[in-house]
């Protein structure tokens, strides 16, 4: 064993005793507090109650704060319940790649759970002729992708440089739009 690990602090009668007398000196603290406020008190004469009831229910005295606790436990699990079924996979779910021009996109879907909304996240172009992912080599002057494998290059350039590239922006709202009237 560790010099650390000896010290009396990890001492597991030290947390044990220390974390409940912590823990009681919380609950009296929070139980004034709640008396003293006049919605809170009304509140914590409800949980008076609910514990009377409890503790005549299961035939001993149950602690207050085992009641507050199942209460919030109870109010966390529906909330978490309810979140699951707000985050209920839509129908376009499973509509990630398409083809509108040339290219092969891909994308996914990712749920926001701040806005409660799906957003299409990740949207790549992919070679028409190998299906493998472009590269992007777009720099301040140029949009620019290239397939690794067939080596082809699109240039916003003109040209030169090869064939244009094909907007994301465009595809992007083909997407939406395609989602919208449920054409996927
Ligand atoms: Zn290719």
């Given at each position: 064993?560790?010099?650390?690990?000896?010290?009396?602090?990890?001492?597991?009668?030290?947390?044990?005793?220390?974390?409940?007398t912590?823990?009681?000196?919380?609950?009296?603290?929070?139980?004034?507090?709640?008396?003293?406020?006049?919605?809170?008190?009304?509140?914590?004469?409800?949980?008076?109650?609910?514990?009377?009831?409890a503790?005549?229910?299961f035939?001993?005295?149950?602690?207050?704060?085992?009641?507050?606790?199942?209460?919030?436990?109870?109010?966390?699990?529906?909330?978490?319940?309810?979140?699951?079924?707000?985050?209920?996979?839509?129908?376009?779910?499973?509509?990630?790649?398409?083809?509108?021009y040339?290219?092969?996109?891909?994308?996914?879907?990712?749920?926001?759970?701040?806005?409660?909304?799906?957003?299409?996240?990740?949207?790549?172009p992919?070679?028409?002729?190998?299906?493998?992912?472009?590269?992007?080599?777009?720099?301040?002057?140029?949009?620019?992708?290239?397939?690794?494998?067939?080596?082809?290059?699109?240039?916003?350039?003109?040209?030169?440089?090869?064939?244009?590239?094909?907007?994301?922006?465009?595809?992007?709202?083909?997407?939406?739009?395609?989602?919208q009237?449920?054409?996927?």
């Open positions: 064993m560790s010099k650390k690990n000896d010290s009396w602090y990890y001492n597991p009668w030290v947390i044990a005793v220390g974390g409940a912590i823990a009681g000196i919380a609950v009296s603290l929070i139980c004034d507090w709640l008396k003293s406020k006049p919605i809170l008190s009304t509140i914590f004469s409800w949980l008076m109650r609910i514990k009377d009831i503790t005549s229910f035939g001993y005295k149950i602690p207050i704060w085992i009641i507050a606790l199942a209460i919030i436990l109870i109010y966390l699990i529906s909330r978490i319940k309810f979140n699951i079924s707000q985050k209920a996979l839509p129908d376009y779910w499973s509509y990630k790649q398409d083809r509108f040339n290219w092969i996109w891909k994308w996914d879907w990712d749920f926001d759970s701040v806005e409660k909304k799906w957003y299409m996240v990740n949207l790549q992919y070679c028409p002729k190998c299906n493998t992912q472009f590269v992007n080599k777009s720099n301040h002057l140029d949009i620019a992708y290239e397939c690794p494998r067939c080596k082809d290059y699109f240039s916003s350039r003109g040209l030169n440089y090869g064939h244009p590239p094909e907007d994301k922006q465009n595809v992007e709202a083909l997407i939406i739009d395609n989602v009237k449920r054409n996927y």
